[in-house]
């Protein structure tokens, strides 16, 4: 009879452990998966900036969609939003060369979000491709963090601090 209710309590933890881990999951998972940081400056300028600063680190820019042209061409109006589509070549031939490397080519290029809210703030967010990548296999993981690390000291300058 013992050991029955032994069996029970670790089924009722295991149980009960699956479900925090879960809910800690939902939670927390979309705060890892996608950074975004207030900029420092207006929506123009912060385009601008980031334009140059992109180029002047080797990324092209292969596209840029401008989402809120986008809707008010379809009948809606939203905030100012641009996608800026962003490689860097070097680092994705590393990616697109291997067969077994190439499934990760859904999440290339890179994109930078910049965006308006309704109280004017601007917002640049984008993939942390860093922690996207660790469980991936290949050279995908080093490249993706090499990526994301490079991306971020781009926009360092842009961002506003958190304090």
């Known amino acids: 009879m013992k ?3 032994s069996i029970v309590f670790l089924l009722i933890g295991l149980a009960a452990g699956a479900a925090i881990l879960f809910w800690v999951f939902w939670e927390k998972a979309p705060g890892l998966m996608i950074l975004e940081n207030e900029s420092r ?3 123009e300028e912060t385009d ?3 334009t140059r600063a992109l180029a ?5 820019t292969p596209f840029v969609h401008d ?3 986008t809707m008010r061409n379809n009948g809606f109006e939203v905030k100012k939003v641009k996608v800026f589509e962003v490689c860097k070549p070097a680092l994705a031939h590393q990616v697109l060369k291997g067969d077994q490397e190439r499934v990760v080519s859904s ?6 979000a910049l965006y308006e809210r309704s109280d004017g703030k601007v917002f640049i967010s984008r993939m942390n491709s860093g922690v996207m990548a660790r469980p ?4 995908v993981p080093e490249v993706m963090k090499q990526a994301a690390m490079e991306i971020e000291e781009i926009l ?3 961002l506003r601090d958190k304090s």
Do not use: T
């Not at 002047?56 to 092209?60: G, L, V």
């Not at 999440?107 to 930078?112: G, H, K, T, V």
């Open 107 to 112: 999440l290339m290029p890179c994109r930078i």
């Open 67 to 69: 989402l809120q042209q």
């Open 156 to 158: 360092k300058p842009l």
């Open 41 to 43: 400056y207006g929506f």
């Open 48 to 50: 601008s900036l980031l």
């Open 3 to 5: 050991s029955m209710s």
């Open 56 to 60: 002047d680190r080797e990324w092209k």
């Open 136 to 139: 991936m296999k290949g050279v």
